[in-house]
């Protein structure tokens, strides 16, 4: 995007917001970087230069504009939506294994030398793996500076920097004001607040049209009691983080999802936003997905009807496989049902002073231990669940952000009990897959059949090549044509 001069000029002389974290606009005459939509009077097309990621500008001089925040801005979609190595290492980024592991952490999970990957990132995103990863301990930081009142040197720390040197230099290089300068220059009202230690309130930005019925209805109806529930208008779930747990509480908003992490160890933070931001797909570019799924004369109603659904995901790609083999050929209250066991029995406790919420979700090594006898399933299931389990947890099957999508699909395939459904619909929700599709689907084949398209599997995935690669987002207009809870935002 970022190449294509001529369209980055016009969406920046639009202010098109559409296009706020595609690309950056680095003005030569002040040395800012901005986002397309900047509220600004535009600069001269003569002194505009635009590069792909917030690090490129910050690696070639350029600091964040105060004004439109560039650092706040949604994702790049394209790394959710492709399975090639930039794409995967990204994922990772966000996840931060680079602050955990180093650059050569981030190649032993992707499987390339360290030189390689430096490369592809470079040569794509004008920025190397640790560039990548500093700018994103300043996005931290920053929110950390602003959000809390935590002291200078445990922001420092928890954002990821390792001495408070590099994050005084750091913030000053990007933001042009020492962090205390950040923090003065906050309204009174909005000076951080001695809230609960350990929980910040704030906002996720995405992309407009966001319709958060199918999305926060699945996620509602689907919630496995004591891992997740539905408090007050907001969907709330544990996370197992590096470092510790914590609990995330999500609400819609018209122009934003109101986030508020309560976390054991604060410098989990970017990994909980980034687990949320992936699990409400909010990187998604609703309006190029939207216009694809419209060219079909018999989905454009559907799409014009409630523009914006989003493609329910999973912060745990482990856990929803596991949860996705609870619910083959079961009810929805039935699969909940035997996952609630299995946490109250496997899971780690945790306390939730705010709500109901009291366990983690049990890991695979975990359920790899407990007896099969003990599952109340049918015996061909059990050893479905078993393979499973214990496949995750020796890593012979890994299911993360930097997964592969069409080998994963090929291990899974090879499980015993695993079909096209299962495997689709972890690809789906689990590996972020954005083409994934599910023909053999009832609920799918009912809404095909009512609808005039074809209803048989094969005649389906023939019609639906004209929906690639947003066939995930297809299945999510489909079934929202039933009158099932998940297709609700609950009250």
Partial sequence: MHTDRERCVRAVQSKDARFDGWFYTAVLTTRIYCRPSCPVVPPKPENMTFYPSAAACQQAGFRACKRCRPDTSPGSPEWNRRADLVARAMRLIADGVVDRDGVPGLAARLGYSTRQIERQLLAELGAGPLALARAQRAQTARLLIETTALPMAE??????????????????????????????RLPKKRNPQSATPGTLTLRLPFRTPLNPDNLFGHLAATAVPGVEEWRDGAYRRTLRLPYGHGIATLAPEPDHIACRLTLSDLRDLPVAISRCRRMLDLDADPVAIDDQLRTDPLLAPLVDKAPGRRVPRTVDEAEFAVRAVLGQQVSTAAARTHASRLVT????????????????????EALAAL????????????????????????????????????????????????GPWTVDVIAMRALGDPDAFLPTDLGIRRAAQDLGLPSTPSALTARAAAWRPWRAYAVQYLWATDSHPINFLPV
């Fill in 155 to 184: 922001i420092a720390f928890a954002a990821g920097f390792s001495s408070i040197r590099t994050f005084n230099d750091t913030v000053r290089e990007v933001f042009a004001l020492a962090p205390s300068e950040l923090r003065a």
């Fill in 345 to 364: 029995a496997h899971g780690d406790p945790i306390d939730d002073p705010e709500g109901g919420l009291t366990h983690l979700f049990p890991t695979p």
């Fill in 371 to 418: 007896d099969p006898e003990s599952l109340a399933m049918p015996r061909t299931r059990r050893t479905t669940f078993t393979t499973l389990v214990r496949q995750l947890a020796d890593g012979t099957v890994h299911l993360g952000p930097e997964s592969d999508w069409p080998e994963t699909r090929a291990q899974l395939l090879a499980l015993p009990g695993f």
